[in-house]
């Protein structure tokens, strides 16, 4: 199984939302990491098939998904970033509506959304209207309805928000459970969500794609450049104007402990400490996703340029 994204890319007006973007999916889970504006939402919308590239094509097992019709949607599951419902539905009510939509027999129904729910821990909640769910429960019903149809590519547009720790690491093994022999696509600026579970990694920025590959390779392009050091509470104020600080921590001595990105140390009582995938994301996207192409130009190894 095979999804091949092909110098896909999307324009609107003047504005390039995704860029010639090229990507080959096999089985297991993926990370697509970039900050607000950077072009996932677009990406993913062509890969599920709902908006048509300005030019390139996504291809299943070799066959332009255009082509491919409802046999496309047969294999697919998605959600987007916000799922439309009608407020009078019940749970149980609308996972049948989209179990209906998706082809699948008042049996096979039944079957399918008693496993989702007790899957996603909203049993309890079967006959209750969604209007009337906490945000993290209706999360969950979006995420069951993308599985109804027990789907072989599997696309979730930031599929956490507002879920709580533990609903994110139920959320977390269920996908990982789930991706076993399927292509899940997360999109997500919540780095820790896909840190663990993710195969691999797609970063894209400003719609280009910027690097792809393991959490260990990508965390690669930011050895040495993650520092750690112990400074007087006095001097934060210095040292944040001067250094792109990650963490702060106040001390029971009154002294503050930091850990910060640069190329070189910013004095000599710092010490090399070991980088996470969320380094580089903000290293990549120190300004949220300002363009910063001085740092670009400085990475090597999986950075596309
Ligand atoms: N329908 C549209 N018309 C015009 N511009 C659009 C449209 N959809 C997206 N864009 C622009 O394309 C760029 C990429 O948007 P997109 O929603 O794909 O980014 P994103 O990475 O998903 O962002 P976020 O994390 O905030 O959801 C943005 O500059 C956005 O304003």
Redesign the pocket.
């Known amino acids: 199984m095979e999804l091949l994204i092909d110098k896909v890319s999307k324009k ?2 003047d ?1 390039k ?1 995704v860029d010639n973007i090229s990507l080959e999916l096999m089985p297991g889970v993926w990370g697509l990491l ?10 993913m919308r062509m890969i599920a098939g709902i908006m048509q590239p300005t030019s390139g094509q996504v291809l299943y097992d070799g066959v332009p998904i255009q082509t491919l019709g409802e046999g496309y949607r047969d294999v697919f599951g998605f959600l987007p ?1 916000e799922f439309g419902f009608y407020p009078e539905f019940t749970v149980k009510d609308y996972l049948a509506y989209v179990a209906a939509l998706k082809g699948l027999t008042e049996r096979e129904s039944r079957r399918r959304i008693r496993e989702l729910l007790e899957r996603v821990s909203l049993t309890d909640v079967y006959n209750k209207k969604i209007a009337r769910l906490s945000g993290g429960m209706k999360r969950r019903v979006g995420i069951a309805q993308a599985l109804l149809n027990d789907p072989e590519i599997l696309i979730l547009d ?1 599929p956490t928000g507002g879920l709580d720790p533990g609903e994110r690491v139920r959320f977390r093994n269920l996908l990982s459970e789930f991706a076993h022999d399927r292509i899940v696509l997360i ?1 997500t ?1 919540i780095v820790p969500d896909v840190e663990y579970i993710a195969t691999c990694h797609a970063i894209i920025r400003d ?1 280009r794609l910027l690097a792809t590959g393991t959490t260990e390779e990508l965390v690669r392009l930011v050895e040495g450049k993650v520092w750690s050091c112990t400074i007087p509470a006095r001097a934060v104020p210095e040292y944040e104007s001067r250094l792109q600080i990650i963490s702060l921590r106040n001390e029971n001595d009154g002294s503050v402990s930091i850990r910060y990105l640069a190329e070189n140390p910013c004095n000599d009582i710092s010490v090399p400490s070991v980088p996470r995938l969320e380094d580089l994301y903000l290293w990549l996207f120190p300004q949220g996703g300002v363009e910063n192409p001085k740092r670009t130009s400085r990475k090597k190894g999986g950075i596309h340029r």
Not at 34 to 43: E, Q, R, S, V, Y
């Open positions: 609107f007006k504005k939302a970039g900050a607000n504006g950077a072009g996932k939402t677009t990406l970033q930031e999109s600026h719609g």
